[in-house]
């Protein structure tokens, strides 16, 4: 059975470029693990106190243009944060960036990981 976006998925989604909009859009019909997107646009004070709590590095983040999104794994109906689960997520994601023709990158392929992390490419889409 395919899964569909959640309205709180849908909400996260206002003020995100249009073309990582499809990519979610897609994705969430291909994927075999169900996510809600937990984060999406972020305001440069979020980001400030992220940086200060050390849940990222950047003030420069992505997140603060709209280029961005985090992504969660649902399981029953709760989050979860295994991370053999984002794997899978982003098979789904990349496949659907694929067929949309759209360059994203994956937070969990950086040296640093970042599972639910998915951003439009910064050479295809500069700020």
Known sequence: MPFTLSTRSLNNLIHIHPDLIGVVELAIQKTTVDFCVIEGIRSSERQAKLVKAGASKTLKSRHLTGHA???????????RWDWPLYHKIAEAMKAAAKEEGVLI?????????DGPHFELSRKFYPV
């Open 105 to 113: 990158v994956w937070g969990g392929d950086w040296k640093m990981k």
């Open 69 to 79: 999104i985090d992504l969660a794994a649902i399981i029953d109906g709760d989050i």
